[in-house]
């Protein structure tokens, strides 16, 4: 029991002293910053063909609506 609580942590720090070379070969960012844009045009590339799903979920749950009060109609009571 005794050499596992030893052995254990003793691992562990060997394990964090790794060398890790693919990161150590990247380097820091030494380019230019991303230039910013405005974000009306951003959301203006978001919404390309995107559809107002509100009718459709409204129409949905107005369907499944009907459908419980039919099968509560349905039911006999307990």
Do not use: Y
Not at 37 to 63: F, K, N, V, Y
């Amino acid at each position: 029991m005794r050499m596992t609580t030893i052995l254990a942590p003793a691992l562990a720090v060997l394990a964090a002293c790794a060398p890790f070379p693919e990161l150590d070969a990247v380097g820091p960012d030494t380019g230019p910053p991303p230039q910013l844009l405005p974000i009306d045009t951003l959301l203006d590339q978001a919404q390309t063909g995107a559809e107002d799903p509100g009718p459709a979920l409204s129409g949905r749950a107005a369907g499944l609506k009907a459908r419980a009060a039919a099968i509560k109609a349905a039911s006999p009571p307990p």
